[in-house]
């Protein structure tokens, strides 16, 4: 293994995600990580392993391998392998507030391989067919894409047959009612009360999936939410820290700075 691992950024180019064939000369790789995106890739075809981390899988096709930001791997392919990957920068992610899309991304994130039934490889590879002709008739992805994202990642995760995740208990019940949640509240006690727990074992759950505490999440999702409010909606500052539950204007204004490093209203003038 080298000294210095490399590492890759595919999606440099792209608006933040990027669909394209599986090249079928990839044979054998070096041990490699990805800058700072997530790494979908499918394969109808192929032999050979695939490992990620320390472990060490057999490519057996219809297979789905979730590659998370700085994992390591690299291929050693013996059978031409036919399939696509999927890559999807995080300031994607962060562009669209789709709370359907967050949530099965959530699920996709608790996986390393899934494998698919072989009668769902022919509309798998279907699906992945028309994201790459999308992206290439239009730059930005739209709502047709969206669409055929969310189609696609509900099926993978729908068909696969997967041991169920360590996580599927608590930590994924909790991302699950911050996404769907209506009434959105910045506090670990309250989601830790909703899920029948304490904020210490909510906490820990959290910690041992992400490595950050159950307050950063919700950090992040508050105030993913707060961007959205304050760059697509005409609602005053006081009416969405009202909406998002903070007492009043100004400790959501400190929070929203804690956190970002601006300030609500400089947002607004300078989005």
Known sequence: MPSNIEIKD??????????????????KTN???HNS????????QGKGSHTIDAETFPIEPPVLFV???????????????????????KEFAEQYFDPELKYLFTQL?????????????????HIFHLLEEELKLNTYPDITFLS????????VLRTASVSKPQA????ASFIQLLISSKNQMNTVSHYAKLLHTTPQNLNAACKKETGKAAAEIIASHVIAEATRLLLYTQLSISEIAYLL???DNSHFSKYYKKNTGTTPSFLRKHP
């Open 10 to 27: 595919k999606a440099k180019d792209s608006t933040g995600i990027k669909v394209q064939t599986f090249r079928k000369n990839i044979r």
């Open 31 to 33: 041990p490699h990580k």
């Open 37 to 44: 995106y997530l790494e979908l890739i499918y394969l109808s």
């Open 67 to 89: 590659i998370r930001q700085d994992q390591l791997h690299f291929w050693d392919i013996t059978v031409e392998p036919e399939g696509f990957v999927l890559i999807l920068k």
């Open 109 to 125: 994130h608790q996986y390393t391989k899934l494998s698919e039934p072989s009668q769902e490889a022919p509309s798998i590879s």
């Open 148 to 155: 055929l994202l969310k189609a696609l990642l509900a099926k």
């Open 168 to 171: 599927g208990s608590l930590y």
């Open 245 to 247: 539950n903070f007492k």
